[in-house]
T-cell receptor
Framework: AQKVTQAQTEISVVEKEDVTLDCVYE???????LFWYKQPPSGELVFLIR??????QNEISGRYSWNFQKSTSSFNFTITASQVVDSAVYFC??????????FGIGTKLQVIP | EAGVTQSPTHLIKTRGQQVTLRCSPI?????VYWYQQALGLGLQFLLW???????NRGNFPPRFSGRQFPNYSSELNVNALELEDSALYLC????????????FGPGTRLTVL
């Protein structure tokens, strides 16, 4: 069975602070994919990143960076110099066999001006 | 490129009624996925359709069903609505060459009274 744990249900930071959203996953698959999605108040899930299990390189995209560590089954997401527009619910997700994606419960990020 | 579209955006029904939700995938995408996002429960995988066939199903009762049309659009039907069916229903699509990455629509918010 697959499981994604996002232990932080809500985080509040002041604008321009850095914030890290944690994600820990469990799977028996040897090949799997990890994702982060952003869900702003409008409700639509916005795809942020996909990482496959063979690629442990960290990735940076503008103010966003992702740290994938297979040894600890974690795929953490850091926002540098947070902005009010970053306020949203962020979902970590795990994709394995047969296209079934398991989502974490989500972390609600509030960036205070 | 147009994203995934869903209709209607909001829906109010009463217990026992039936509802049909619609989804149009991104042009060129052949797979459609349905998820339920109920309050406090996170995103739950409902159904996956590919090339007109149901490929996988989450842990939902048979009164949740759907289909995919030759143009790859999809419908989700829910019969005998219950109060706990109140949720945001999200549709996602993926391409034939990149089946592991799903792109989501804005969702249909269903309220059952």
């Amino acid at each position: 069975a697959q499981k994604v744990t996002q232990a932080q249900t809500e985080i509040s930071v002041v604008e321009k602070e850095d914030v890290t959203l944690d994600c820990v996953y469990e799977t028996r698959d040897t090949t799997y994919y990890l994702f982060w999605y952003k869900q702003p108040p409008s409700g639509e899930l916005v795809f942020l990143i996909r990482r496959n299990s063979f690629d442990e390189q960290n990735e940076i995209s503008g103010r966003y960076s992702w740290n994938f560590q297979k040894s600890t089954s974690s795929f953490n997401f850091t926002i540098t110099a947070s902005q009010v527009v970053d306020s949203a619910v962020y979902f970590c997700a795990l994709g394995g066999g047969y296209q079934k994606v398991t989502f974490g419960i989500g972390t609600k990020l509030q960036v205070i001006p | 490129e147009a994203g995934v579209t869903q209709s209607p955006t909001h829906l109010i029904k009463t217990r026992g009624q039936q509802v049909t939700l619609r989804c149009s995938p991104i042009s060129g995408h052949t797979s459609v996925y349905w998820y339920q996002q109920a309050l406090g429960l996170g995103l739950q995988f409902l159904l996956w359709y590919d090339e007109g066939e149901e490929r996988n199903r989450g842990n939902f009762p048979p009164r949740f069903s759907g289909r995919q049309f030759p143009n790859y659009s999809s419908e989700l039907n829910v019969n005998a609505l219950e109060l706990e069916d109140s949720a945001l229903y999200l549709c996602a699509s993926s391409s034939r060459t990149r089946t592991d990455t799903q792109y989501f629509g804005p969702g249909t918010r269903l309220t059952v009274l």
